[in-house]
């Protein structure tokens, strides 16, 4: 920062000089504050860097400049953009993070002032001999993001031909400090967007996916239904007795596109169980619900910290999904409870309601005339996820659908569904 002159003027010439050196450190610490306003407006990467490193060179009345950013993946600092010197040549150029000056600060996280760079043992790698730009004078600094070295910002040669000074460093850092802020915010726009833009990409792959589907599954059942129903008005004209083998056939198609639709849903399970987990997408799925639901809905699922593949997480959600939507659906419950506990190297994972209950043994028993697929789907999915199912309920008591997963997923498929009942 701008220094106070240090003793009383004894003469006015030092006086002037002393106003003169003031006006300058001002002037410099104007210009900062002006371009620290430009950066946060810019959040392209690219242009925000060029931009900070054009305006350090500016400000610090110098001649050349880079930049450069760690790559934690090689432990590299790269150069981002150069500015005069060795020019274009330079840029992506990798160095080691430990090496020449930038490798000193931003392994120290300490500025530097280099009079003579051919001098300093420092400046190992000799970049600018090797394009024919003489580095004179140098000032560097890390750039520190809550604490943590982000890259080096070098300026090279006063137009002037003077040295760099400790005001120069303490200028220098001062911009270093703003500089690292908003190239992190930059960044993390940066990360946003692509974030955002991956997902619009899987929601384009599932969009087709899903059409393709819609066409070569349900769409297609459905037109031999509708066959099926012209040939059945013709059947029950001229051969009554072939009428029920032909419904029993309609009545399979018509589950079949049923269960595909069904899957099809599965496939549209939310994004966010793709990108936060379950826990997140279960919050997600409670806070809608309870938006447009009488029933009380609970969730406790605190504890909930585990993720596993997202398949299973699907899979895992679709028979809450259920669960949730048989009791509201059959039960008539005053609460819906979803909790989340876990029990030693398992998950336990309970949808339970105060509904009406139902008899398990009795449904399971007329299952196949039914033509329900909401427990078979539960029973599926908990195979996908290596589940433990249990659904307990009684007339009258309300239900109790208890999901027992392991935290890790085992190679092997063990699950045990419908265990007990009553
Ligand atoms: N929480 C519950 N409370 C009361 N009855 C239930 C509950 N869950 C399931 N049932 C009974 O079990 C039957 C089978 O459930 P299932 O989910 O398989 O079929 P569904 O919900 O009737 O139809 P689908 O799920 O295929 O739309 C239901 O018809 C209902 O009688
Ligand atoms: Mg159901």
Redesign the pocket.
């Known amino acids: 920062m701008a220094r106070a002159p240090q003793a009383p003027p004894n003469s006015t010439d030092e006086s002037q000089a002393q106003i003169a050196h003031l006006e300058q450190r001002i002037g410099a610490l104007e210009a900062l504050q002006e371009v620290a306003l430009v950066f946060s407006s810019e959040f392209q990467l690219e242009r925000l860097l060029a931009l900070i490193l054009s305006s350090a060179v500016d400000v610090m009345k110098a001649s050349a400049g880079s930049l450069l950013l760690y790559d934690g993946t090689t432990k590299e600092l790269v150069f981002q953009v150069v500015q005069g010197g060795g020019g274009k040549a330079l840029r992506q150029k990798r160095i080691r993070s430990d090496e020449g000056i930038a490798g000193w600060v931003f392994s120290r996280g300490q500025p530097v002032i280099v009079h003579d760079t051919g001098m300093d043992s420092r400046h190992l790698l000799r970049i600018d001999e090797a394009l024919r730009f003489h580095t004179a004078a140098m000032v560097a600094a890390p750039l520190i993001y809550k604490g943590k070295p982000i890259g080096v910002i070098e300026i090279i040669n006063k137009k002037s031909g003077e040295q760099f000074v400790e005001d120069d460093q303490d200028l220098l850092m001062a911009f270093a400090a703003q500089a690292a802020v908003v190239i992190e915010n930059a960044r993390l726009f940066q990360q946003v967007v692509s974030e955002r833009d991956r997902l619009l990409v899987v929601e384009e792959e599932v969009r087709r996916e899903l059409a393709r589907e819609l066409h070569d599954g349900p769409s297609q059942i459905l037109a031999a239904i509708i066959m099926g129903l012209k040939f059945l008005k013709q059947v029950i004209a001229r051969q009554p007795e072939r009428t029920e083998t032909e419904l029993a056939e309609l009545e399979r198609l018509a589950a079949q596109a049923l269960h595909q639709v069904r899957n099809m849903l599965f496939d549209l399970r939310p994004v966010a169980l793709e990108t936060q987990g379950l826990r997140a997408a279960l919050e997600i799925y409670v806070e809608r619900l309870r938006a447009s639901e009488d029933v009380k809905l609970h969730l406790d699922v605190q504890l909930l910290k585990t993720r596993w593949s997202p398949k299973v997480e699907a899979a895992l959600f679709s028979i809450i999904q259920?669960a949730v939507?048989?009791a509201k659906?059959h039960a008539q419950p005053k609460n819906i409870w979803i909790t989340a506990q876990p029990q030693d190297d398992q998950i336990a994972l309970s949808v339970r309601d105060d509904g009406r209950g139902f008899d398990l043994a009795h449904v399971e028993e007329s299952y196949a005339q039914r033509g329900?697929l909401?427990?078979l789907n539960m029973k599926e999915r908990a195979e996908i996820a290596n589940a433990t199912l249990d659904i307990n309920s009684k007339p009258g008591k309300g239900t109790l659908v208890t999901l027992t997963v392991p935290m890790r997923q085992p190679t092997r498929r063990s699950a045990r569904v419908f265990s007990s009942n009553q």
């Open positions: 259920e939507g048989n659906k329900n909401g427990l």
